[in-house]
């Protein structure tokens, strides 16, 4: 099969064997065109060796008017790879599909979901386990009638525009990641975790992880720092710690590093956590979540 052609500029398309693919931002993320992901089965072998090839150059893949159910949707994401571990976000999981981890703002028997405000801080999914995810794939199934954005960042470029006297201070540098670090606001506010849950989150205290991350598929670097679970370097403590994080956290959420995702039902994007990073604005109308223009309800795949 021939190689993806990226195209050039926005609103041209290059064409492939089996799929299109044209860029949604200037450097982050590819819409593929021209694929059914309900019969996954019947795309070949070369055209997902060319989407992950693509996925880790553009860091996003866009799929739109897919209209999946989980069991397409887990099929279409196990040709990729095998799936990552479940902990925490099993307890979201819908009935019968424990990789699955629903993430939504519909009550259920009259409670607020504890997921309705998920990712409410950049973040890379998994990054807490030894062996994080590579990716994530999250599916639409109803967004707010405004808003419910999700916004990426593009992390090979935060670090590109770096000072070489920081990335050479950085490069060594390995940090802490952990659900349960100072920073962290996810776990705030949720049902304590019973002792079934405990024992399958026992590996998800927290890892060492390289503070600037080679990408294994494109070779270039990245970041590899969250705001959601890192507050310190090994090492160092976090008063320590704190200047050089707040400022490259500063700095990777500037607009000139995003892409915001305004989602369609059907849409489903497809992101490399190795080199991005995503965050949820909860840019909606949060005191009125009962109303159903205001529904949100997303599921999330993850690669392991
Ligand atoms: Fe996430």
Not at 84 to 91: C, D, E, K, N, Q
Not at 268 to 283: E, G, M
Request: proline residues 5%; aromatic residues 10%.
């Amino acid at each position: 099969m021939e190689a993806v052609k990226e195209a050039q500029a926005p609103g041209t398309r290059a064409k492939t064997q089996q799929f299109e693919a044209r860029p949604i931002s200037w450097r982050l993320g590819s819409e593929i065109l021209g694929l059914d992901l309900k019969r996954s089965d019947e795309i070949s072998d070369d055209s997902f060796r060319a989407m992950w090839k693509l996925l880790g150059e553009r860091g996003i893949l866009l799929f739109r008017k897919q209209g999946l159910n989980h069991d397409q949707h887990l099929a279409f994401t196990r040709r990729f790879g095998p799936l990552a571990v479940t902990g925490l976000t099993s307890r979201y999981a819908p009935e019968g599909y424990p990789d699955i981890f629903t993430v939504t703002n519909i009550k259920k028997n009259g409670e607020r979901s504890e997921t309705e405000n998920a990712a409410q801080q950049w973040h890379s999914d998994q990054t807490f386990l030894q062996v994080p995810a590579r990716a994530s794939m999250l599916r639409c199934e109803l967004t707010p009638q405004f808003g419910g954005d999700t916004m990426f960042a593009d992390l090979t470029h935060v670090y590109d525009d770096l000072s070489d006297g920081l990335k050479a201070t950085l490069e060594p540098l390995r940090a802490f990641h952990s659900l349960f670090c100072t920073r962290s606001k996810v776990m705030k506010g949720r049902k304590t975790l019973s002792e079934d849950e405990l024992k399958r989150v026992e590996g998800e205290q927290g890892a060492m992880q390289p503070v600037v991350l080679r990408h294994p598929d494109t070779g270039r670097k990245a970041l590899y720092i969250n705001e959601q679970c890192v507050d310190h370097f090994e090492g160092w403590s976090i008063e320590d710690s704190r200047p050089i994080l707040e400022y490259l956290y500063k700095l990777a959420e500037h607009p000139k590093y995003t892409y915001r995702h305004r989602w369609q039902p059907g849409d489903i994007v497809f992101w490399d956590n190795r080199c991005t990073q995503h965050y949820a604005p909860l840019d909606y109308d949060f005191a009125a979540l009962d109303q159903p223009q205001n529904r949100r309800l997303m599921f999330r795949s993850t690669l392991a």
